[in-house]
């Protein structure tokens, strides 16, 4: 669906006796309509705008998908609550030509502030990548 056009609120458009009402709440409402319409025009991120921390993780998994190397980071500023994690990328980190060749699933718990990868499954095993991972809130 494509946003239509918005129509701003002038003081012009209403009765005399409303001038001074529209014209402090034209500024106000006017402003934040434009952000909000704009931020809805393929503006919004995931960094910007959701409770999730993006980060790139080096890992190398054995035969059971269990990390080899230590594979915690911390949530961002602000971000208290973890629902899950999932990648959104993967390359392996000495030979960039190496990808995965179906898709990733990381189980992964919250200790503290810190997110904390137990295991990952569809990783070539020995092989070094790097992840990004989306570790929703």
């Known amino acids: 669906m494509k946003l239509s056009s918005y129509r701003r609120l002038y003081d012009q458009d209403f009765d005399p006796e409303y001038k001074a009402l529209i014209e402090q709440l034209g500024i106000i ?3 934040s309509f434009e952000e909000l319409y704009d931020a809805l025009g393929n503006k919004l991120t995931f960094s910007e705008n959701l409770n999730a921390t993006i980060m790139d993780v ?3 998994v054995d035969s059971s998908g269990k990390p080899k190397n ?3 980071f ?3 500023s602000g971000q208290t609550t973890f629902e899950g994690i999932f ?4 390359k392996g980190s000495k030979d960039p030509s190496i990808i995965p060749s179906g898709g990733i699933f990381i189980s992964a718990v919250k200790n503290n502030n810190n997110i904390i990868i ?17 570790a929703l809130g």
């Open 87 to 90: 990648a959104i990328a993967a």
């Open 70 to 72: 230590n594979t915690q």
């Open 118 to 134: 137990e295991n990952i499954k569809g990783l070539q095993v020995d092989i070094p990548y790097t992840i990004k991972v989306v």
């Open 74 to 76: 911390k949530l961002r």
């Open 58 to 60: 080096n890992v190398t």
């Open 29 to 31: 409402i006017n402003t």
